[in-house]
């Protein structure tokens, strides 16, 4: 998942996409022997899988969803670097979600809160500014 720092997977940092990219490259059997390479990225709704197709072929549902990063050749340096930092773990996905869901829930809770006592006060002070104006107490019933 996309840290919260980066608000949409087109904003992703430069830096970074030629580290991942230096990774697929490195990473594939075929892509790792050749030059000038070209990786393709775009979100996992936008990819069009239907049961006619080739195993590891896909399409797309919106191709202007679909972003290249050109790969000129295999840099060591990089993949060495990301190598040496490199961390497998068991990751259970569908607890993860969950966990994930509670968080953004638990925030927009917070801020239906937030946004409820604040449109409580204004309404507090609209009544306040109203009785002030009012003329009702000014007078007594003798």
């Known amino acids: 998942r996309l840290p919260s720092s980066v608000k949409s997977w087109e904003e992703i940092p430069q830096p970074l996409l030629i580290d991942c990219a230096q990774l697929v490259k490195a990473?594939?059997?075929?892509?790792?022997?050749?030059?000038?390479?070209t990786i393709i990225y775009t979100p996992a709704d936008n990819l069009k899988k239907t049961g006619d197709?080739?195993?590891?072929?896909?399409?797309?549902?919106k191709d202007n969803r679909v972003k290249r990063v050109c790969v000129a050749k295999r840099e060591n340096p990089i993949i060495n670097r990301l190598n040496k930092t490199k961390v497998e773990k068991e990751v259970d996905?569908?607890?993860?979600?969950v966990e994930r869901l509670k968080v953004e829930a638990a925030v927009?809770?917070?801020?239906?809160?937030?946004?409820?006592?604040?449109?409580?006060?204004?309404?507090?002070?609209?009544?306040?500014?109203?009785?002030?104006?009012?003329?009702?107490s000014l007078f007594s019933g003798e």
């Open 108 to 136: 927009r809770r917070a801020a239906a809160a937030e946004r409820k006592k604040t449109d409580l006060e204004l309404a507090r002070a609209r009544e306040a500014e109203k009785a002030a104006r009012s003329y009702d």
């Open 27 to 37: 990473n594939s059997i075929e892509g790792n022997k050749k030059d000038n390479i």
């Open 93 to 97: 996905h569908e607890q993860e979600k």
């Open 53 to 61: 197709m080739a195993t590891g072929q896909v399409s797309f549902h």
